[in-house]
T-cell receptor, first 113, second 114 residues
Framework: AQSVAQPEDQVNVAEGNPLTVKCTYS??????LFWYVQYPNRGLQFLLK??????LVKGSYGFEAEFNKSQTSFHLKKPSALVSDSALYFC???????????FGKGTRLSVIA | DGGITQSPKYLFRKEGQNVTLSCEQN?????MYWYRQDPGQGLRLIYY???????QKGDIAEGYSVSREKKESFPLTVTSAQKNPTAFYLC?????????????FGPGTRLTVL
């Protein structure tokens, strides 16, 4: 079975500081990893994905994520946070088989001016 | 949210009533999904369909039903058997087959049981 853990319910960061939102996963076989963002009362928006290749993946709005196979992690990062980055962030994984994405419980990011 | 529409945006239901949530996509995607979102619980899969006229149960299918008669439509019915239906419901779609593809989400329907 595949699963995702987002160990932090809430992350607070000052505007202009770097941010990290953590994600660890468990799958059999090679993982396909995704990050999504959700603003209040809206659907999820795709940010980036890791399929294979370079461990550092760049995505939308200046976000990037680092895949670490030995630590089974896929942390979301941004060098300089904006107040507008405040939202709910979801990590998701798909392992072997043509199955739907499995999502973590989400991490609420709050960027303070 | 582009390409996937959900209606209505807000829905109120009396206890004992069945209600149907609409999901339509114009992305020509083969696969469609329904998730339920509750605070602090993330997204939980209700049903999914990889091709027309076929669908599979997800992790929390009890009290829900779906149909997939057309490629672009995947309606979800919340039946009176669902004990706690108040939640935010999200529909998604994706190209079928490849594991590497992302899912695209609609704007959601918030269901409240009165």
């Amino acid at each position: 079975a595949q699963s995702v853990a987002q160990p932090e319910d809430q992350v607070n960061v000052a505007e202009g500081n770097p941010l990290t939102v953590k994600c660890t996963y468990s799958v059999s076989g090679n993982p396909y990893l995704f990050w999504y963002v959700q603003y209040p009362n809206r659907g999820l928006q795709f940010l980036l994905k890791y399929i294979t290749g370079d461990n550092l993946v760049k995505g939308s709005y200046g976000f990037e994520a680092e895949f670490n196979k030995s630590q089974t992690s896929f942390h979301l990062k941004k060098p300089s946070a904006l107040v507008s980055d405040s939202a709910l962030y979801f990590c998701a994984v798909r392992g072997s088989g043509n199955t739907p994405l499995v999502f973590g419980k989400g991490t609420r990011l709050s960027v303070i001016a | 949210d582009g390409g996937i529409t959900q209606s209505p945006k807000y829905l109120f239901r009396k206890e004992g009533q069945n209600v149907t949530l609409s999901c339509e996509q114009n992305l020509n995607h083969d696969a469609m999904y329904w998730y339920r979102q509750d605070p602090g619980q993330g997204l939980r899969l209700i049903y999914y369909s990889q091709i027309v006229n076929d669908f599979q149960k997800g992790d929390i299918a009890e009290g829900y039903s779906v149909s997939r008669e057309k490629k672009e439509s995947f309606p979800l019915t919340v039946t009176s058997a669902q004990k706690n239906p108040t939640a935010f419901y999200l529909c998604a779609s994706s190209i079928g087959g490849p594991l590497k593809v992302e899912q695209f989400f609609g704007p959601g329907t918030r269901l409240t049981v009165l």
